[in-house]
Nanobody, 124 residues
């Protein structure tokens, strides 16, 4: 099992910055990466960024150029530096571990383990 605990959320004005942290622990068998997701009120959860075994983060178009994902394996912490925040970034942010899931004859890399989420509110 994997345990994830996010922190660092809060309220900030548009244009400001926040840094989220996700402390992780447990067994990482068959995992294929980690990621940050978010869910805004009334909307579905969406991907923000992921990082795989290659170590190069990938970002959604909505946050590219403003958010930076990093990982400190020695401390078992995943970070999300969020700059130039916009009101539309308001959401609960979740840390996730991606795992290989066998589906219809092949393996998919899917977010499988989730933290409890940390809320981010950006005001105008």
């Amino acid at each position: 099992q994997v345990q994830l605990e996010e922190s660092g959320g809060g309220s900030v004005q548009a244009g400001g910055s926040l840094k989220l942290s996700c402390r992780y622990s447990g067994s990482f068998t068959y995992t294929c990466g980690m990621g940050w997701y978010r869910q805004a009120p009334g909307k579905e959860r969406e991907l923000v960024s992921t990082i795989g075994s290659g170590g190069t983060p990938r970002y959604s178009e909505a946050v590219k150029g403003r958010f930076t994902m990093s990982q400190d394996n020695a401390k078992s912490v995943l970070y999300l530096q969020m700059n130039s925040l916009k009101t539309e970034d308001t959401a609960v942010y979740y840390c996730a571990v991606l795992k290989y899931i066998f589906n219809s004859g092949s393996y998919d890399c899917r977010a499988t383990y989730w933290g409890q989420g940390t809320p981010v509110t950006v005001s105008s």
